[in-house]
Nanobody, 113 residues
Framework: VQLVESGGGLVQAGASLRLSCAAS????????MGWYRQAPGKQRDLVAT????????NYADSVKGRFTISRDNAKNTMYLQMNSLKPEDTAVYYC???????WGQGTQVTVSS
């Protein structure tokens, strides 16, 4: 499975961004997908996950109510709508799929105060 993220950028606090993750290859094997983020000098943390068929979602407490994860199975694409962005949301955002464990190359999100 190959994953390619897009949609990152530099925005001001309070703005919105939508990240996309396009999957290709053996996408039929994917059960769950998610977004993770890694800020400089910190570990990679879970942001949100979504299951393949049921659409069940899970969010980190820090993004609940502001971020929305979704997926379009017909397009093999997952999204992360990010609203009310804060400077602490600044990180490289990675797309993940399982199985098999697959990662995208990451997209930078920078939120200025």
């Amino acid at each position: 499975v190959q994953l390619v993220e897009s949609g990152g950028g530099l925005v001001q606090a309070g703005a919105s961004l939508r990240l996309s993750c396009a999957a290709s290859g053996s996408t039929f094997s994917i059960n769950a997908m998610g977004w993770y983020r890694q800020a400089p000098g910190k570990q990679r943390d879970l942001v949100a996950t979504i299951t393949s068929r049921g659409g069940s979602t899970n969010y980190a407490d820090s993004v609940k109510g502001r971020f929305t994860i979704s997926r379009d199975n017909a397009k093999n694409t997952m999204y992360l709508q990010m609203n009310s962005l804060k400077p602490e949301d600044t990180a490289v955002y990675y797309c993940h799929a399982y199985p098999p464990h697959s990662w995208g190359q990451g997209t930078q999100v920078t939120v200025s105060s």
